[in-house]
């Protein structure tokens, strides 16, 4: 390998290199010994037929282990020859990416290719990108993975590149960044490194072939067979391959040292910056307008958005908002729109399983529209929803006037239903309710008057509502503890915490009307998503034939895929889901805040709005209300509405009007 004059790094560069191809012949011994291990029979067998030739071996006995053994070889030849059979079709998983022509994006292949000549290494056969805030080498040259192949260079991999990085960062940036994984070129094409990777890929793919929905139950029952070969020699070559690929990552990293090392150790912050970013920005923006059946359209160039409110919120990133003055690295394409817009539509299948093709009903939608498209649609989606609920629960039509009903949801019923009373834990109506309201200022005035007095006079300050006979278990149950404090047994005690435990595991919950709604919004959400499912899964199957279909007509007359080609995904989608499945709780809480949201759209000058590193937000003179989110806990947990109508007064929304639902 060639040295690296000047940077001091060619002995750990040799060394890295050296425990790479050690670790790559480790990994073909491993397939030597189990190509000797399937031939051995038929050697055995090859030597007992030459000695019957000879004279050597004669005789009932020999001639019997001659015709067993070569039964044996036979049968092992042929499972063994089904196994190499299998290891070398087996499709490789890919990486789910977005193909970039050379003459998509000339300025970055000109870069990468520059900047393998600095270090010394092939340049990568081609470019690919994907949603995440990552980057890698990968080698594509197995048959199947031809038609996402952009040019030429036979052997080499293919530079994956994460999509955020091309907006968020600047061009020397990405230039220091690329350059160790570039520098992986390099021993990546050493003959025995090579071989022993496409040996590791045939096994990992073999595995999973089982697992095909084309195969007929004979043949799935030898794909099962193989796949139990296939991981026995994984596991004796695992430690192996992991050495060899630190070795390769040593040796690139080693090399990478001789270009812009200064630069990389400040890239690396902003690295973590674009991680951190993306995620919120997927989390927190994206995942709501997938659930409405949008896909925002300019995901990348939304980092950058989110970022600066980043930098403009937290004091200790002050700096990064001046990087913007620099060129950034999406200059490098020439339709930075266009490759934006399909790593966006890729993201949208990968992290939450949408559909690959857009559509009436899954359509994109610009950030100038995102307001409008997905957060007033969200609150009147989940609003029309919840009071869906309570019309199947039998509440709406019982809770509030016939008027009100008439005129269409309110608010208000939604509050009465979860509203409870501080001793029953029962919900109450709208009468109680209303009650409650015109007695709220004296219960006030009555808890101030006792907090001053202080505990002097405790049964002074008792509300009008107590009964002395209603308390009468407690005191008895006093009584009974002062007399157990007097004996100071073991049985005692150990029957009171007896009982202190199973007061405990009998607690009702809080709000009891809210676990039932929260439970059949719960069910209503699990119908609606496995519709959904099941018509992605039904849209993906369709294209997945007519990517096959074109996979063949392109294979056959040699053609290659545009910059806006997506490779993958293999599996079931979503393959990264965001977030685990949320609880009945948080459920209502989200669709109670909907029609609050709503509602003070409707009634007070409050506008749907969209917040960088939040996701939808309600304006409320032009400024985000940030206190909404406990006052709705409150009502949903202790069924206590109050403060949220603490700040529905405060704010001017009137929750007996109407709202307008979708």
């Known amino acids: 390998m060639n040295g690296v004059s000047g940077t001091g790094s060619v002995v750990g560069e040799e060394w890295g290199a050296r425990a790479a191809r050690s670790r790559a012949l480790a990994v073909l011994r491993v397939r030597g010994r189990a190509l000797g291990l399937a031939v051995l029979p038929a050697a055995v067998a090859v030597v007992l037929h030459a000695g019957g030739l000879t004279g050597h071996f004669t005789g009932a006995a020999w001639d019997a282990a001659r015709w067993v053994v070569t039964v044996l070889a036979v049968v092992v030849l042929l499972a063994a020859a089904a196994v190499a059979l299998v290891v070398a079709r087996a499709r490789p998983a890919a990486t789910p990416t977005v193909a970039l022509a050379e003459t998509a994006a000339p300025d970055l292949y000109r870069l990468v290719r520059d900047l393998a000549d600095r270090l010394g290494v092939p340049p990568p056969a081609a470019i690919a990108l994907t949603p995440d805030c990552d980057s890698w080498l990968e080698d594509r040259t197995h048959r199947a993975h031809r038609l996402h192949r952009t040019t030429g260079g036979d052997g080499a991999p293919v530079l994956v590149i994460g999509s955020p990085f091309l907006w968020w960062m600047r061009v020397g940036e990405l230039r ?28 990992d793919a073999a595995v999973a072939v089982p697992g095909d929905s084309g195969l ?98 937290d004091r200790l990133a002050e700096g990064f908002s001046s990087r913007l003055g620099e060129r950034p690295a999406c200059d490098l394409l020439e339709e930075p729109g266009a490759v934006d817009e399909a790593t966006s539509l890729l993201a949208a299948r990968l992290f939450h399983g949408g559909p690959a093709e857009p559509s009436p009903d899954w359509a994109p939608v610009e950030w100038s529209q995102y307001p409008e498209e997905v957060v007033d649609r969200k609150w009147r989606t989940d609003a029309a929803r919840l009071h869906q609920v309570l019309d199947g629960l039998g509440m709406a039509s019982t809770s509030g006037d016939r008027a009100a009903d008439a005129a269409g949801p309110t608010l208000t019923e939604v509050m009465a239903h979860l509203t409870t009373t501080p ?240």
């Open 423 to 662: 001793t029953t834990g029962r919900a109450v109506g709208p009468k109680a309710t209303a009650e409650r309201d015109a007695d709220a200022d004296a219960d006030a005035a009555r808890e101030v008057e006792a907090r001053e007095d202080g505990p002097d006079h405790p049964d002074d300050h008792r509300p009008d509502s107590y009964n002395a006979e209603d308390h009468a278990p407690d005191a008895e149950h006093a009584e009974h503890a002062e007399h157990n404090d007097g004996d100071h047994n073991d049985a005692d005690h150990e029957h009171i915490d007896d009982h202190e435990h199973i007061d405990e595991d009998d607690d009702e919950p809080a709000n009891p009307a809210a676990e039932a709604l929260a439970g059949a919004l719960s069910a209503l959400l699990a119908r609606e998503e496995a519709a959904r499912e099941a018509r992605v899964a039904a849209e993906t199957a369709r294209t997945a034939e007519k990517s096959r279909k074109s996979a063949r007509r392109a294979d056959k007359d040699r053609q290659t895929a545009p910059h806006a080609a997506v490779s993958g995904p293999d599996g079931p989608l979503p393959l990264f889901p965001l977030q685990p499945p949320r609880t009945g709780r948080d459920l209502l809480a989200d669709h109670v805040t909907a029609m609050v949201c709503c509602a003070a759209v409707d009634t007070a000058e409050a506008t749907p709005g969209l917040d960088w590193l939040d996701g939808p937000a309600l304006l409320v003179g032009g400024e985000r209300a940030k206190d909404l989110g406990p006052r709705v806990l409150a009502l949903v947990e202790d069924g206590d509405p109050e403060p949220l109508r603490a700040w529905l007064a405060l704010t001017g929304v009137r929750p007996e009007k109407p709202v307008r639902l979708v």
């Open 176 to 203: 220091a960044v690329l350059a160790p994984v570039v520098a992986g070129t390099g021993p990546a094409a050493h003959p025995d490194i090579a071989a022993a990777r496409r040996f590791i890929r045939g096994l």
């Open 216 to 313: 007929d139950p004979l043949r799935r029952l030898g794909a099962r067979g193989v796949g139990q070969v296939a991981r026995v020699l994984l596991r004796a070559c695992r430690e192996h391959a992991a050495e060899m690929e630190r070795g390769v990552a040593a040796a690139g990293s080693e090399r990478a040292q001789a270009v812009d090392y200064g630069v990389r150790i400040v890239a690396q912050e902003q690295v973590g910056l674009a991680y951190a970013g993306w995620d919120r920005l997927l989390t927190r923006v994206a995942l709501p307008a997938w659930r409405m059946g949008r896909w925002p359209s300019q995901l990348d160039a939304g980092v950058v958005s989110a970022l600066t409110e980043l930098s403009r919120r």
